[in-house]
């Protein structure tokens, strides 16, 4: 049973579970958490989950206590790609779940009075998903609490009154901080906005704050654009003797600067190494930028990709860079004739995020402008690979492209593109290339590639570009690598076929099978059997429309299935003037053009004439009857138990 905000049905059944179990609870003493855990009826996602899902599921906690917590019994996920995640009733993020736990696990505790667990997953790639069977209620003290962890670039603020009668001073205690070190902080505040304190770092067993005058205290959360921490959990608020406001944090001595004020129609470039030889990526710290009209200060890697752009009329105190893949960061000045700005400081470096990017463009990009970045998995065995993008911003008439090894278009993100933390398409084989095509109107940032993973094992074996290109017709053959197979079929994972174009089936002698036509839009669909091993797909398409286009994934029979045997599966007859085609009494398609016209025996015995193209019949009669405007024919057609066959034509009677 799943609970969601779609079933409330179920919803009101677990309700009055839990409180059933709330009621037992209250009339005893608190035991110990293993005893209070309460069995509920199991709240699970598909199994397994669907491609692009992003599904949640609501459970009360009705236990008596002020929180609780879950038991998952099972998790199977992508791991690092698709996550659980788990809020409060407000939505505040209180986990998130990315790795499998077969044998179970147990969540954080969640205050509030409900839980939402969401499941999301990108396009390429199942799993079994998760299933939870007990809840626990727990006494969790909290007053206030952040995300956790807590976003990026946050400035999150909380007000709070002492209740104490007119205190000298206020202060509030935390039992547990986690944030970057040195980089983002809490910030104690009195309620006229002097700041007080500035708390940083780890302390995993609490800590508590300078007092401010007064009877109310603000709490500030402020993060930059990179890094993220568990956060806070602020546990009281107390009364205390007011200290005087501590000085800002100090950083350390200038590491680069421009003149002040800076010289104009000039470039420069200044380079600051972390002292941290095993770092990841690093970050720099500016204490004032003041940049004028038609000026930009540039932030760049050891290999000159532009990572992060100040441009014109820029002014900012106290900022952190963007993160710079590697130890080297380089700071270029571009100034122009007309202005002379105050310019910048920089005043540390410090180790950053532990993914800082694969392959990036600069930020924001070049216009006219196309190039292709090389992605290897290392895994020389992937059957396919996908990446993962932490930033997408694509502007109009540009496109950015995922390629396989052989150029072929696996996913296009086009103009207008703003997307965050998004997984691709899935690619065959180990490489992967982006291509970044631009036009001359609009430099946009661009994207960056933080990740590349093994994805599905069947990853398709023949494919059009997605979208296709207009104007052109192309043969894609396939072989089935049963060297007994009579007929073969081809199994379609999707197919889209704009207005005036046209998907074919073909046989090893270009005979066209089956023919899908204009405005197909089609997903997990075989093919007709095409006699023999060989199986053509030609797509053809006119100047006007460029729709997603086709991926065969799997052909069959394959070599470990036994050969079927062979049998009668139908008959060929001539027909020379429009009418109705039926077979035992029923209708099978209509003839407007005289031909010749395959009739499916198989498919007297409710068999969808699709897949009445391999299926042998059964012996017995079988009557085929064709009705014109005046006048009906009658062929018989005996099949018998040994695999003879005879054909009889019954005289033409008038109507």
Do not use: C
């Not at 998907?503 to 066209?512: C, G, Y």
């Amino acid at each position: 049973m799943r609970m969601t905000a779609h079933r409330p049905l179920l919803m009101v059944a677990l309700t009055i579970l839990l409180l059933a179990f709330g009621t037992m609870f209250s009339a005893q003493a608190r035991p110990q958490a293993t005893e209070l855990a309460a069995s509920i009826p199991t709240v699970e996602s598909d199994h397994p989950y669907e491609n692009n899902t992003d599904t949640f599921w609501t459970i009360p906690n009705t236990g008596g206590e002020n929180a609780a917590r879950l038991h998952f019994s099972r998790i199977e996920l992508e791991e690092g790609i698709d996550q659980i995640f788990i809020y409060d009733a407000n939505d505040t993020l209180i986990q998130e779940i990315s790795t499998s736990a077969p044998d179970g696990l147990w969540s954080d505790p969640v205050p509030g009075a409900s839980i939402k667990v969401v499941l999301t997953s990108d396009g390429s790639g199942r799993f079994w998903g998760f299933a939870i069977d007990q809840l626990e209620p727990v006494n969790y003290p909290t007053i206030h609490y952040s995300p956790h962890p807590y976003p990026n670039n946050a400035k999150l603020e909380r007000t709070f009154v002492n209740d104490a009668a007119n205190p000298a001073g206020t202060r509030v205690r935390f039992d547990r901080i986690d944030l970057e070190d040195g980089v983002d902080y809490i910030v104690i505040y009195d309620l006229d906005n002097t700041p007080y304190q500035w708390i940083t770092g780890s302390h995993p067993t609490g800590l508590t704050s300078n007092a401010v005058p007064g009877a109310g205290i603000k709490v500030q959360l402020i993060s930059d654009g990179s890094g993220r921490a568990w956060g806070y959990n602020l546990v009281a608020v107390e009364s205390g003797t007011p200290t005087a406001p501590e000085d800002p944090p100090q950083r350390g001595p200038t590491l680069a600067e421009s003149n002040h004020p800076y010289v104009t129609n000039y470039t420069n470039t200044w380079l600051i190494t972390n002292p941290d030889s095993n770092a990841p990526s690093s970050k720099i710290h500016f204490s004032r930028i003041e940049v004028g009209g038609g000026d930009k200060l540039e932030v760049l890697d050891a290999n000159d990709t532009v990572i992060q752009t100040f441009g014109e009329r820029t002014i900012l105190a106290d900022v952190w860079s963007d993160y710079v893949p590697g130890r080297i960061v380089k700071v270029r000045l571009t100034t122009t004739w007309y202005e002379d700005w105050w310019g910048f400081r920089a005043d540390a470096i410090v180790t950053s995020v532990n993914n800082p990017g694969l392959v990036q463009s600069n930020h924001p990009y070049v216009t006219n402008f196309s190039r292709t970045w090389t992605i290897t998995n290392p895994d020389s065995n992937a059957p396919s690979s996908k990446i993962h993008f932490s930033r997408i911003e694509i502007g109009g008439g540009d496109k950015l492209e995922i390629l396989d090894a052989n150029d072929t278009v696996i996913q296009t993100f086009g103009e207008r593109t703003i997307l965050a933390d998004v997984w691709s398409d899935y690619v065959p084989g180990r490489i992967v290339k982006v291509r970044l095509t631009t036009t001359w109107y609009e430099d946009w940032w661009g994207f960056r590639v933080d990740k590349i993973v093994n994805s599905v094992s069947n990853p398709g074996l023949a494919q059009s570009d997605h979208p296709y290109i207009t104007n052109i017709t192309r043969v894609w053959t396939i072989t089935n690598p049963n060297v007994n197979a009579s007929q073969s079929r081809v199994h379609f994972s999707r197919i889209e076929v704009g207005g005036g174009d046209k998907l074919e089936v073909l046989d090893a002698n270009d005979t066209v099978i089956q023919t899908f036509g204009e405005r197909t839009t089609l997903a997990d669909v075989w093919s007709d059997y095409v006699p023999g091993r060989i199986i053509k797909v030609r797509i053809t398409t006119s100047w006007y429309e460029d729709w997603w286009g086709f991926r065969v994934d799997a052909i069959e029979p394959s070599s470990a299935d036994p050969v079927p045997p062979a049998g009668i599966s139908g008959v060929y007859v001539q027909i020379n003037a429009p009418g109705d085609v039926y077979l035992n009494g029923k209708k099978l398609f209509r003839v407007t053009a005289a031909g010749e016209y395959r009739i499916p025996l198989a498919a007297a015995a409710d068999v969808a004439i699709r897949d009445a193209t391999l299926a042998a019949v059964a012996p017995g009669l079988y009557s085929i009857r064709i009705e014109h405007a005046t006048s009906e024919q009658t062929i018989e057609v005996r099949v018998e138990a040994t695999g003879g066959i005879e054909i009889v034509y019954l005289p033409m009677v008038r109507r």
